[in-house]
């Protein structure tokens, strides 16, 4: 076996496992796509720097179940299109939710909640809503494609969690959600809806 092969075959693995969040599912997403995953390394960085700057006065501050956090899904996956065919991307999303899921096994959390049915669900959604839109979004700079999401999200193209402005989980009928009676449970009884939805004070 040639280094030069050596090389190709486990820097993507050494790539994700540098990054936040790379799980094992990820690890073999990115041995069975090595230079889409240097790629998805590369814009990560760039996303990052977009992402990490103050977005709550144009969306929320909800890093889940909110436009926040729609905002992450679609924006980066968005952006890893201009490079990586979506086949593939797909691939990669349900590697992160399958990750997700096995955080929620072993009570885990991200962004401090534990993860969810409904929430894996959201994410996979707002993940193809970054797909179907590939072809319009491919020339944009990283700059208008912010500003491109943004308007997507606030236009209702996303999907978000209904809930309170204080953030307070709502059922489909705006039942407030006791978390605490849901520690340990998949499936808890959240409401996906629109993101152009506003929050109930």
């Known amino acids: 076996m040639s280094l030069k092969f050596i090389i190709i075959l486990f820097l993507p693995v ?27 390394k590369l814009i990560s960085k760039k996303c990052y720097q977009i992402y990490n700057k103050d ?69 996979l959604q707002n993940n193809e809503l970054a797909f179907k839109n590939a072809a319009e979004t491919k020339k944009l700079s990283l700059p208008e494609l912010e500003k491109y999401v943004i308007d997507k999200i606030k236009t209702g193209n996303a999907f978000i969690m209904k809930r309170k402005k204080n953030g307070t989980y709502l059922d489909c009928v705006n039942n407030v959600i006791d978390l605490n009676l849901f520690k340990g449970k998949w499936s808890v009884p959240k409401c996906l809806v629109r993101s152009d939805e506003n929050y109930m004070d």
């Open 14 to 40: 050494c790539v994700l496992s540098q990054s936040a969040g790379g799980s094992k599912y990820e690890r073999w997403w990115a041995l069975g796509h090595p230079f889409a995953a240097i790629k998805v």
């Open 55 to 123: 977005l709550g006065g144009k969306l929320d501050n909800f890093s889940n179940g909110g436009k926040l956090d729609a905002f992450r899904h679609v924006f980066f996956m968005a952006a890893f299109s201009q490079k990586v065919k979506t086949k593939k991307l797909r691939k990669l999303g349900c590697a992160h939710e399958k990750a997700n899921y096995k955080q929620f096994l072993k009570l885990k959390t991200e962004f401090n909640e534990s993860p969810d049915s409904l929430s894996t669900i959201m994410d």
